[in-house]
């Protein structure tokens, strides 16, 4: 393996872990909105924000370096697949829950 197939192996690997740790938090915040129960999730925002963040500059240095990504070893690539497509479904379970939970003002005026 070349230093710059490593290199970008070891991208691989930080956005694997990245997206991992999104996970876990869409995941508690889903049970938090699926249990009516918005506010367990607001201490978890600084801590998404920072990992949303990360993983945007994560996304960005895997996309510029194509040729080299495309050499490290499948199974890594296989590992990042599964976990986009975990990735994917808590972001869509969650916009949904979103669009269906009572909008603040409704709430606030007793509808």
Same mark, same amino acid.
Request: charged share 25%; net charge negative; no cysteine.
């Given at each position: ?44 925002? $600084?801590?998404?924000? *920072?990992?949303?963040? !990360?993983? &945007?500059?994560?996304?960005? @240095? =895997? #996309? ?26 808590? $972001?869509?379970?969650? *916009?949904?829950?979103? !669009?269906? &939970?009572?909008?603040?003002? @409704? =709430? #606030?005026?007793?509808?």
């Amino acid at each position: 393996m070349t230093d710059m197939t490593q290199a970008a192996a070891e991208r691989i690997e930080a956005l694997i872990d990245i997206t991992e740790a999104l996970n876990l938090i869409f995941d508690e915040e889903n049970t938090a909105l699926e249990e009516r129960r918005p506010e367990d999730a607001a201490p978890l925002q $600084a801590e998404k924000a *920072r990992l949303a963040s !990360d993983y &945007a500059r994560s996304i960005r @240095a =895997v #996309a510029a370096d194509r040729a080299h990504v495309a050499s490290v070893d499948q199974t890594l690539l296989v590992r990042l697949r599964a976990v986009t497509t975990s990735f994917e479904a808590l $972001a869509a379970r969650q *916009r949904t829950l979103l !669009d269906h &939970a009572p909008h603040p003002s @409704a =709430v #606030a005026q007793g509808a």
